[in-house]
């Protein structure tokens, strides 16, 4: 009966030391996803990790060590690269509805680009920079007029809150004259997210690389930046296949290549968030109890859908579950019928429904696999007020706490006990047309 490893590491012995519920990630495969792509793909292309995707500073650190530059859309995200130690000039700032602090703070550390999303920002931008004697550089965000089918979630070709519509580029036609404290340098699209196809994303790449030298020529400023997106999926459900590098390579370089020689000038920034964490990261949760209900076997654990709301997978027709294992024997044969249910009180609490898996017992490790993208960050971690998870970085054969579990103290020192019983409602009422009974 063998186990589930990471590194050589047991996870029995994982769980032992930083208890259950747990995210494990293997630097390994964070290493092996950025190296895969940037080994096969054209030199001119960069990879800008999304925080968003998993904000974990060390984890920001490994990726960075490997040559990853940032994109981030908070405060606390911007202050998380700086930590890891990404250079402003590596970083990008996109975001819908950005505070003047955050661009104040875009400001002072001289990202690379404010990714700017409405005409409502640039007037903000213009005005912060401006007070601070500076000149901001500044990505148009494009909401584009075509749509490439594909992507899990679209974000172009239709009313949306991100970016500018390409038709309303015309009300930016006096722009050096209104805003003078701004310099546009770049263009950026977000396509979507969970593409599973080469072919989408090269032809995303040519149409948006198409679509920023007409924005660009339309305005006249200098192309310094096309960011291209990205949204690179990885397959969670039966049905689905990874990406594959090498064909994405043969389809993408030659597109690369081509505007590299044209434009040698111009950065080249493809974002991956979910591509670069989820492999590597498994949600370890132990199996409390287990029962059966009207004939249906149930497992219920000590995590659940607080940490992984993607899990529930909300939105498809019929619930998909996410790859599971039992941890503390891997080699079993999934020979019965199981739902696996989290501590929540609430029936959305289902990590998996009806999968197969060999007989479970209390006190046995449950994997969720390719959890490392939109784990805890992405879920309601208060909700009965549960809290984080701890999480656990394994490196070079050592294993590193990189996420404290939230306490009961975590939980409840942001709040504020106050005194109501001096406004308690006296007990006998005054008005005697109250007295009823
Ligand atoms: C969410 C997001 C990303 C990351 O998306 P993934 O699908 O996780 O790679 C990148 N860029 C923008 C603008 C985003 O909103």
Redesign the pocket.
């Known amino acids: 009966m063998t186990e589930f490893e990471v590194q050589g590491i047991p996870v029995t012995e994982l769980a032992r030391d930083y208890g259950t519920p747990l995210f494990v990630y293997d630097g390994d495969v964070l290493v092996d996803q950025y190296q895969g792509l940037r080994r096969r793909l054209h030199p001119k292309l960069e990879f ?1 990790f ?1 925080l ?2 998993n904000p974990n500073v060390s984890i920001c650190a490994l990726l960075r060590a490997q040559g990853a530059c940032a ?1 981030v ?1 908070s405060l606390a995200e911007l202050v998380t690269a700086r930590r890891a130690g990404v250079r402003p000039a590596d970083i990008v700032f ?2 819908p509805g950005k505070s003047p602090g955050e661009l104040a703070a875009c400001l002072d550390e001289d990202v690379f680009a404010i ?1 700017c999303e409405s005409l409502g920002e640039l007037a903000s931008i213009d005005q912060l920079a401006r007070l601070r004697g500076k000149v901001a550089r500044v990505a148009l ?1 494009i909401n584009p007029a075509f749509t490439v089918k594909g992507s899990r979630l679209t ?1 172009g070709g239709k009313p949306r809150q ?1 970016g500018i519509d390409e038709a309303q580029l015309d009300e930016l036609d006096d722009l050096a004259t209104r805003f003078p404290g701004v310099q546009l340098m770049g263009v ?1 699209v ?1 396509m ?4 599973l196809s080469e072919d989408v994303v090269a032809e995303n790449t040519s149409r948006i690389i198409e679509l920023a030298e007409r924005v660009a020529a339309r305005l006249n400023f200098p192309l310094e930046m096309v960011d291209i ?5 990885v397959a969670y459900f039966d049905g689905e296949r990874d990406i594959d590098p090498a064909v994405l390579a043969d389809k993408l370089n030659p597109i690369i290549a081509e505007y590299a020689a044209r434009r040698p000038e111009t950065r080249l920034v493809m ?6 964490t ?1 492999l590597a990261g498994t949600y370890v949760v132990r199996v409390r109890y287990v029962k059966t209900s009207m004939g249906q076997r149930f497992a219920i654990t000590d995590g659940g859908t607080h940490h992984h709301m993607a899990a529930v997978g909300i939105g498809s027709f019929a619930k998909r579950n996410f790859p599971m294992r039992v941890l503390n024997r891997v080699g079993e044969t999934p020979t019965e019928s199981w739902n696996v249910a989290g501590p929540l009180c609430t029936p959305n609490d289902t990590l998996a429904k009806d999968i197969a898996l060999p007989p479970v017992q209390p006190g046995d490790l449950l994997g969720v696999l390719r959890s490392g ?2 784990g805890p960050t992405a879920s309601p971690v208060l909700f009965l007020s549960h809290g984080a998870p701890a999480e656990v970085l394994v490196q070079r054969g050592r294993s590193y706490l990189i996420r404290d579990r939230d306490t009961v103290d975590d939980l409840l020192r942001p709040q504020h006990l106050h005194d109501f019983s001096a406004l308690t409602v006296p007990s006998q009422p005054t008005d005697p047309d109250d007295r009823r009974n």
């Not at 979507?192 to 593409?195: D, E, L, M, N, V």
């Open positions: 800008f999304s968003k995707a994109e859309s996109p975001g990714i965000r974000m991100f950026h977000y979507g997210t969970r593409i997106g990205g949204g690179l999926g974002e991956l968030g979910r591509y670069l989820a993208a939109y």
